[in-house]
């Protein structure tokens, strides 16, 4: 019920190429999804994040899509870029309850 | 603009030795944590607070201890470490439970 499963475990996508990184929940109750980035010798910080009431959100060149029906949401990074080279963390939570974090994806971007 | 600043940076033990990580925001959150990261196990929950004064045990709590004596500050214990406890750890803090964490640059710790 509490778990959050996040595939792949590591991803190589070439510059320009989309990275495409999913993760499944079972809890129902959850209601906020961030993702999380973090590079090497660094703290995992918050990239974005979406709510169950929309089906997508984006920022910049990242774009989260959610499936509330198939508890299934998903990190789109386009025209990836050597310098999204990180390690890229799924999450989810409910106000008042502790974040539970996915596995992790290690992504390389070949230049 | 400090955030969260955990120290030390690094350090080595001996099987069996002690210490205390610490951990200070200055964001005026309530809720501080505790994690540690492994290979291919992403984080996991230690301890964590809810404010000054109190504490809780997260997914793998065996082996550490805390204390949240002022609200900036959130120190992570080992009385007797041990191989297992390798690792790195980080510290985070948040308005309130469930909202984004800031987290420290963390701690690694090997145990020899």
């Known amino acids: 019920q509490q778990q959050v499963k996040q595939s792949p475990q590591s991803l190589i996508v070439q510059k320009g190429g989309i990275s495409i990184i999913n993760c499944a929940y079972e809890n129902t109750a959850f209601d906020y999804f961030p993702w999380y980035q973090q590079f090497p010798g660094k703290g995992p910080a918050l990239l974005i994040a979406i709510r169950p009431d929309v089906s997508e959100k984006k920022e910049g060149r990242f774009t989260i899509s959610f499936n509330k029906s198939a508890k299934q949401f998903s990190l789109h990074i386009m025209d990836s870029q050597p310098g999204d080279s990180a390690t890229y963390f799924c999450a989810a939570s409910r106000r008042g309850f502790k974040t539970i974090f996915g596995a992790g994806t290690r992504l390389f971007v070949k230049a | 603009n400090a955030g969260v600043t955990q120290t030390p940076k690094f350090r080595v033990l001996k099987t069996g030795q002690s210490m205390t990580l610490l951990c200070a925001q200055d964001m005026n959150h309530e809720y501080m944590y505790w994690y540690r990261q492994d290979p291919g196990m992403g984080l996991r929950l230690i301890h964590y607070s809810v404010g000054e004064g109190t504490t809780a045990k997260g997914e793998v709590p065996d082996g550490y201890n805390v204390s949240r004596l002022k609200k900036q500050n959130f120190l992570l214990g080992l009385e007797s470490a041990a191989p297992s406890q390798t690792s790195v750890y980080f510290c985070?803090?948040?308005?309130?439970?469930?909202?984004?964490?800031?987290f420290g640059d963390g701690t690694r710790l090997s145990i020899l």
């Open positions: 985070a803090s948040s308005g309130h439970v469930g909202q984004p964490q800031h």
